[in-house]
């Protein structure tokens, strides 16, 4: 049992440190850019629902 783990891990190092392709720098940041602006966009999008919304209920039942 305890060699089966052993060889998952060797495995695991060498597919990590061997295998993989890393992004460089300027992907890795172009990347974060990216998802950051489709954060932006997705709240921006949520927000003005909200607001909509908040708006229609408030014709809906006046108080």
């Known amino acids: 049992m305890f060699k089966k783990v052993v060889n998952y891990c ?3 190092y060498d597919e990590l440190a061997h295998k993989t392709t890393w992004p ?7 990347s974060a850019y990216v ?3 489709a954060s932006l966009i997705i ?5 003005c ?4 919304f908040q ?4 014709v809906i039942y006046p108080g």
């Open 24 to 30: 460089t720098r300027d992907e890795l940041v172009h």
């Open 35 to 37: 998802v950051l602006l």
């Open 55 to 58: 708006w229609i209920m408030g």
């Open 43 to 47: 709240a921006l999008i949520v927000f």
């Open 10 to 12: 060797k495995a695991c």
């Open 49 to 52: 629902m909200d607001f909509i």
